[in-house]
């Protein structure tokens, strides 16, 4: 079994930075694949970013690309979302998510542990 922790997020102003953590324990090696999703009441989950073992490229939503950077420690099995740049559009519920298999995937249904959700608010 897989344990996602997610940590980081918080209240901040239009144009600044916050940096998640997501850390993992257990059977962590049976997840290589590791995203963040984003999900606003009523809404659906959002792709946000994912990275895997062995992908040069990690993924992202366009809604992101050039303002978050996605990054792994695997010696801390840890997930980081470094967030610039700031929009009050990106305030949400940021989720992180582990999946079983190789591969950048967008879609939520194909991760398989999830965290427990942390709330990042972006005032203007």
């Known amino acids: 079994q897989v344990q996602l922790v997610e940590s980081g997020g918080g209240l901040v102003q239009a144009g600044g930075s916050l940096r998640l953590s997501c850390a993992a324990s257990?059977?962590?090696?049976?997840?290589?694949?590791m995203g963040w999703f984003r999900q606003l009441p009523g809404k659906d989950r959002e792709f946000v970013a994912a990275t895997a073992w062995g992908i040069a490229s990690p993924g992202y939503a366009d809604s992101v690309k050039g303002r978050f950077t996605i990054s792994r420690d695997n010696a801390k099995n840890t997930v980081y979302l470094q967030m610039n740049s700031l929009k009050p559009e990106d305030t949400a519920v940021y989720y992180c998510a582990a999946r079983r298999t190789t591969g950048v995937a967008t879609n939520p249904s194909l991760y398989d542990v999830w965290g427990q959700g942390t709330q990042v608010t972006v005032s203007s």
């Open positions: 257990g059977r962590t090696f049976s997840v290589p694949t």
